[in-house]
């Protein structure tokens, strides 16, 4: 009963900050209306929602149910849980803490108090019984808000170019800073299992494994031309070196095989397109390693940008910045040439972390000026369209990587129409291209696709 009981409290605990991860900024609005206390200060504060107290109540009928309990005891357990929550907040704001402030004891004792009004009468508990269990319960919540507020929404470092979002941060912590084994694989144990186990048995199986790991290592360069006829007169002819979905570190000799063919295009502007790293978890070391074997490679008149993708680590742009690589995250950067000029937009990765704002990528571009769009994937193509790029470049969907033909890619990996899955297409106003990717993802294999080094020009028209 003892366990029942503190799962249960703990659960409508959980409940308000789950339905912040869930729902984000939906029906987020304050229980107090933002109204202020006679004493001038507000009555609850901005983290108490309707949203929140309803998710608190319904998990207590909810997992009450589930434990055992009576349907109405699980819900006046979740009321009164989240009365006591409410008087903290209420205490709190008197002795002017802010919203969010974790006060040990004052944040955990009424929620953790109040509900026995209904439990202890009900199951007979004594007066040492309830306390164990209150004391048990408010250390348990005390160092899960010490996660959520310090770990899951503090400020990771002081540059950090993120919105502080608990989903984005837990998705941080797993994919890039627990890296040690076994932990990386726990906590990432169905990439792990379905790619390494699984997908290679099957393929194994099959007599294809190596097959498909040769046709890994058989990257063609690809050229293709846009037209404008608002490109600004001094980029007429102006060749872009798009790399993307590079995993150097996935399959041995890949790298050295890119470095062949980069090291005899010399273009204008080389633009990396994310995903520097095999796996979506672990260290990156490698990754870095292999990609600054490349750099001396590639020649680039205007130097090297870059955007982050589903597989990257924030930590890595600080240091590639060093190796003199511009990196685009949420911000635009601009390219001059005898007195022209155009615009690159760059948005964070939206496919994993989903972290991209175009709002803020766009905000310093002049209306009208000649613009490029650069995101991972080819996912936001009707948010892009609505800033109004002329042209859209990403990668992510590998060309499928595995493709059956007559019916192509068996999976693209995104949201977007098939159609935008590879090569180039437009939608509205709007050109765009989706590289097939230089590496592979999840498994090291490819069939009936290629890699792709991608030389893409830009031609003003008449």
């Not at 109540?57 to 055992?68: R, V």
């Not at 570190?249 to 995903?275: N, S």
């Not at 990528?361 to 994937?377: K, M, N, T, V, W």
Request: glycine letters at 10%.
């Amino acid at each position: 009963m003892f366990i029942k009981l503190l799962l249960l409290l703990w659960s409508i605990n959980f409940a308000p900050p789950l339905s912040s991860h869930v729902l984000d900024d939906k029906w987020s609005r304050p229980l107090d209306g933002f109204c202020n206390f006679p004493d001038g200060r507000p009555l609850f504060g901005s983290h108490k929602t309707v949203r929140g107290v309803l998710a608190g109540i319904s998990a207590g009928m909810l997992i009450g149910l589930l434990l055992g309990f009576p349907w109405w005891l699980g819900l006046s357990t979740g009321v009164l849980s989240m009365a006591g929550d409410l008087y903290s907040s209420f205490l709190k704001r008197r002795l002017s803490f802010i919203s969010g402030d974790v006060v040990p004891g004052l944040d955990q004792l009424p929620e953790g108090i109040f509900p026995f009004l209904a439990l202890a009468p009900y199951f007979s508990l004594s007066f040492m019984y309830v306390f164990l269990c209150v004391l048990t319960f408010g250390i348990g919540a005390y160092f899960g808000s010490v996660f959520l507020n310090q770990v899951l929404l503090g400020m990771p470092y002081k540059s950090y170019p993120r919105r502080v979002r608990a989903r984005t941060r837990l998705r941080e912590l797993v994919s890039c800073q627990i890296t040690a084994s076994p932990f990386k694989y726990l906590l990432n144990f169905e990439d792990a299992f379905y790619y390494h186990i699984f997908m290679k048995t099957v393929f194994r199986i099959m007599g294809v494994f190596e097959l498909g790991r040769r046709n890994a290592l058989n990257i063609e360069k690809r050229e293709t031309t846009f037209y404008f006829s608002d490109l600004p007169p001094a980029f007429d002819n102006y060749k872009i070196l798009l790399l993307t979905d590079l995993h150097l570190d996935g399959v041995e000799g890949l790298t050295e095989k890119l470095i062949d063919i980069v090291r005899q295009v010399p273009v204008d502007l080389c633009i990396l397109g994310g995903d520097y790293r095999m796996e979506i978890y672990g260290p990156f070391d490698e990754a870095l390693f292999h990609l600054r074997k490349l750099l001396p490679a590639i020649q680039a008149r205007d130097g090297t940008i870059a955007i982050l993708g589903n597989h990257d680590c924030l930590e890595i742009v600080d240091s590639l910045q060093k190796d003199g690589i511009t990196f685009l995250v949420n911000n635009s950067t601009r390219l001059a040439r005898d007195g022209d000029h155009m615009w690159l937009a760059g948005v964070d990765d939206p496919h994993y972390y989903r972290s991209h704002n175009l709002e803020q990528a766009f905000e310093g571009i002049p209306r009208g000026a000649f613009s490029i769009f650069l995101a991972h994937s080819n996912e936001v193509y009707r948010e892009a369209l609505s800033y109004g790029p002329k042209l859209y470049l990403c990668g992510h969907c590998h060309s499928g990587q595995i493709q059956l033909p007559p019916f192509g890619p068996v999976f693209t990996h995104s949201s977007a129409p098939r159609y935008m899955s590879s090569g180039v297409w437009r939608f509205g106003s709007m050109h765009g291209y989706t590289s097939g990717g230089v590496g592979v993802s999840g498994v090291p294999v490819r069939y009936n696709s290629k890699g792709e080094v991608t030389v893409i020009t830009l031609r003003r028209s008449q």
